[in-house]
T-cell receptor
Framework: DTEVTQTPKHLVMGMTNKKSLKCEQHMGHRAMYWYKQKAKKPPELMFV???????INESVPSRFSPECPNSSLLNLHLHALQPEDSALYLC?????????????FGEGSRLTVL | KNEVEQSPQNLTAQEGEFITINCSYS?????LHWLQQHPGGGIVSLFM???GKKKHGRLIATINIQEKHSSLHITASHPRDSAVYICAVPPNYGGSQGNLIFGKGTKLSVKP
């Protein structure tokens, strides 16, 4: 199984809603990542989890709250988002955050904030 | 800071043509990634290479570390190859594997 699975594929939410994005991998990878991608732009790194611990937060607003309940699962909790947060949110994993290795990406969750 | 330049930005080809996409970077690296993204879709890792050449099906990637240059070739292109192809390198200051520096991408359109 070389897949990274993201749910939901599409999400529409209001600015007062609370929702979550979910990411799962069963490759035994110890590093997992959240990226945000706006249209026609490259992905921007948001968070890095290494061995289930948050190792990098790229100055992401607190309305985005990541969580890594176990080594296979990564969540992104969303609360009080703004319309400019509408984007494709990509999850990725790799064997180790600190060593060269292939990155495996999910299909993404397309978020629209009304 | 490592800069990544891709060319061309847009490329239209006829089915069956041989395609080349180029990537140049400014600072020495240990590995380079080629990624593919279909419209509205997720990203697929095509290659990670640190020297020489790799081949997978109709895709070939080469890298010249001394010249800080990599190319992605597609032989016998097909409409399903239409996608954005992205070159990415790790930051030269070290740091997380995931903190890649991405090129702006090459949008490929293959016409039947």
């Amino acid at each position: 199984d070389t897949e990274v699975t993201q749910t939901p594929k599409h999400l529409v939410m209001g600015m007062t809603n609370k929702k979550s994005l979910k990411c799962e991998q069963h490759m035994g990878h110890r590093a997992m990542y959240w990226y945000k991608q706006k249209a026609k732009k490259p992905p921007e790194l948001m968070f890095v989890y290494s061995y289930e611990k948050l190792s990098i937060n790229e100055s992401v607003p607190s309305r985005f709250s990541p969580e890594c309940p176990n080594s296979s699962l990564l969540n992104l909790h969303l609360h009080a988002l703004q319309p400019e947060d509408s984007a494709l949110y990509l999850c990725a994993s790799s064997q180790d955050a600190d060593r060269e290795g292939e990155l495996f990406f999910g299909e993404g969750s397309r978020l629209t904030v009304l | 800071k490592n800069e990544v330049e891709q060319s061309p930005q847009n490329l239209t080809a006829q089915e069956g043509e041989f395609i080349t996409i180029n990537c140049s970077y400014s600072v020495g690296i240990s590995a380079l990634h080629w990624l593919q993204q279909h419209p509205g879709g997720g990203i697929v890792s095509l290659f990670m290479l640190s020297s020489g050449k790799k081949k997978h099906g109709r895709l070939i990637a080469t890298i010249n570390i001394q010249e800080k240059h990599s190319s992605l070739h597609i032989t016998a292109s097909h409409p399903r190859d239409s996608a954005v192809y992205i070159c990415a390198v790790p930051p030269n200051y070290g740091g997380s594997q995931g903190n890649l520096i991405f090129g702006k991408g090459t949008k490929l359109s293959v016409k039947p």
